[in-house]
């Protein structure tokens, strides 16, 4: 009869139970480094979902009230919990969280930290290339002349980083949804191509991180609206622009209107896909993209600042 339920959304559900359980250990023990620094990556981790909801368009105002007070928590928490946190982060390989934690110490710490280095060796790309950020970003502030090799060389990684498009052809013409494929690749894309409705939506689920899905409007086997129905239904694909083959492009649009982001009829109308792309990225491509663009800034100013950027020249070259 002493119970008293606490609404909590799904979304955060998991963390919320994880500080429950970092703040009982405090009460066991309230000097637990390990303890502060569990709640801290705890809140680190719910400003990374909160974030990744907002972007993907979704009403993230009921939990304002976790982003505020995580805010709050993990600076009196303390440098030495959110480094800790980095730490777990990396050897857990949750890089989302971890990169939350390599920006909020860029703005901590005065200089390198264990949990910066850490990051900076392990096996992710996007971990290592945040870290590095951040040290930079803290070598420029605090004037240091010291820059680690390992740093320059990962600032370099990040900048010259390919960020490939994927795009899907499902089309049973084989010849011109091959030319499709290939008109994409072309353009810098990694493009499959299957010639079945049935074996396109299959298989879209083993595809992560399609950015864009070119359908033909007639099919050997399924019609074009059952296509698009499957691809709404699912949560990984219903946001993922669809661009139409249709051999009459008007009567097209009056049917399928807002269900598909364009309409093309060939290979040689790729600026119609590309018209697309440039409206959207995949969200990783996006995180790929952003960090690439502060990891130049940084670049730049500590080239400003005299410092030995050699290193990253040739992921500089790679990116012009």
Not at 181 to 187: H, I, P
Not at 216 to 234: C, G, N, P, S, Y
């Amino acid at each position: 009869d002493g119970l008293v339920a606490t609404p909590c959304s799904l979304h955060v559900y998991a963390d919320e139970l994880s500080k429950n359980a970092y703040h009982g250990a405090l009460r066991v023990d309230s000097k637990s480094l390990e303890a502060s620094a569990g709640i801290a990556r705890a809140y680190l981790s719910q400003q990374s979902t909160i974030a990744g909801l907002s972007e993907q368009g979704a009403d993230v105002e009921n939990l304002s009230i976790q982003l505020a007070e995580g805010t709050l928590a993990v600076h009196a928490l303390g440098r030495d919990a959110v480094d800790l946190s980095l730490a777990m982060c990396t050897e857990a390989n949750d890089s989302a969280t971890g990169a939350v934690a390599c920006r909020l110490l860029a703005h901590m710490a005065t200089e390198g930290t264990p949990g910066l280095t850490a990051a900076l060796n392990s096996g992710d790309g996007a971990l290592r290339s945040e870290a590095a950020v951040a040290m930079g970003q803290i070598a420029h502030r605090e004037k240091s002349s010291g820059l680690g090799g390992a740093v320059v060389a990962s600032l370099g990684e990040a900048i010259g980083r390919e960020v490939l498009r994927i795009a899907v052809v499902i089309d049973s013409d084989d010849e011109r949804g091959a030319a499709i494929a290939e008109a994409l690749t072309g353009g810098g894309m990694l493009a499959h191509h299957w010639n079945s409705g049935a074996s396109g939506v299959a298989l879209l689920h083993r595809v992560p991180g399609v950015d864009v899905i070119v359908l033909a409007e007639t099919l050997d086997d399924l019609t074009a609206d059952q296509v698009l129905d499957e691809i709404a239904r699912d949560d990984r694909t219903a946001n993922v622009p669809v661009v139409l083959v249709a051999a009459d492009v008007e009567t097209a649009s009056d049917n399928y209107g807002d269900r598909c982001a364009a309409f093309m009829t060939g290979a040689a109308e790729l600026s119609v896909v590309e018209g697309v792309l440039s409206a959207t990225l995949n969200d990783d491509r996006a995180r790929a993209n952003d960090v690439a663009a502060r990891a130049a800034g940084v670049v730049v100013k500590l080239a400003n600042a005299g410092c030995d950027l050699s290193g990253a020249l040739a992921g500089v070259a790679a990116a012009i």
